[in-house]
């Protein structure tokens, strides 16, 4: 087959209960109006969002899962970032 | 709808020991599996050749049922039947971009369903002569497949599980919207429900085949297993099937064509006749009566698309090249 590539767009659509645009998947489209389109027709068939972005895939730098232990586990050590760390005497109640 | 995806699978493997075991020690542990995770050439393989054929089922699933749409027996029937082979259309897509995250490209794939390469569910090649065969595809064979699907919504490889759970929420309504044409024909008229007797006849059978040959036939299921990929075996699935199908039946009032099914007081399930494996090997093999037609008609709308193709790239290239000219001022996203 001979084809040209079409491009793939990952898709990230809002959903109406107020958080912030999620990824849900990802479509084949020529350009950013089809990638709209086909977004809204693949991923949103029941009332799913009320915004719909799409993102060239090619455009997205993503971590690399050999990184995985010096990016992310420095931070299970320092649970002084948790409120859990620090007592509060119970007469103080809710802090 | 599904596939008998693991037939044809190969699950061979040739990483070193240390590998493996770290890479199973994972999957022992439920950890998901991502794209961009090391894992053996097989799991990914199999993966490949799994994902790949459930999609492919879900596009030509939505030929047989395609076929009522212009004859649908009323504008409700019509929106539903609409909705529903839509939907189709919608999981062979996640399903597509499920398998691509493996490496393997959308124009491969296509490419593999209409040379033969890669099967898909035989069920989708038999014909669908009346409208009670709408009513019998929803609720057996979207019956079936959801008891395939549940399970895969586990799966190990976290893009297939994230699709499938997607899929489950969707295909729901497509039994209901199945049972209720059954349901609506065995309470007309005595020709109506034997529309929908007839039909049973004839979906029944290969609605039990689509879990996949017995477990004792089953070459790749073990590798499936330990890899989590596959968490119930064929018959496992296939007697969960059926024991929940034959009170559905009976509310019906129709009749499976089955003989020696009855119910086993000691096994607290239904004892069933036996399944004719020549007739399953010979549809997967091609041998079905529409399998010409499906690839055809999948060939005709590649074919007749290959225009449309190309037109919206040589725009996208047109536009591009306009605007590269033009600089562009970056906001932030909403």
Known sequence: ?95 | MYSQGLIGADGTTDEDEAFLQHFQSRIDAEQKIEPNDAMPEGYRRTLIRQISQHAHSEIVGMLPEGNWISRAPTLRRKAALLAKVQDEGGHGLYLYAAAETLGISREEMTEQLLTGAAKYSSIFNYPTPTWADIGAIGWLVDGAAIMNQIPLCRCSFGPYARAMIRICKEESFHQRQGYEIMLTLCSGTPEQKQLAQDSLDRWWWPSLMMFGPHDSDSTHSDQSMAWKIKRFSNDELRQKFIDATVPQAEFLGIKMPDPDLEWSEKRGSYDHGPIDWDEFWRVVKGGGKCSKDRISDRQAAWDNGAWVREAALAYADKVRARQATAAPTPVAAE
């Open chain 1, 1 to 95: 087959m001979t084809e040209a590539r079409t491009p793939l767009w990952e898709v990230f659509i809002r959903p109406r209960n107020g958080l912030s645009h999620k990824h849900v998947g990802s479509v084949h489209a020529a350009d950013a109006t089809m990638a709209l389109q086909a977004a809204r027709d693949v991923y949103t068939r029941r009332g799913e969002g009320l915004s719909v972005w799409v993102v060239p895939s090619a455009e997205i730098t993503a971590s690399d899962p050999a990184d995985k232990d010096a990016l992310f586990e420095p931070t299970a050590s320092k649970i002084y970032r948790h409120p859990t760390f620090y007592e509060v005497p119970d007469e103080v109640e809710n802090m």
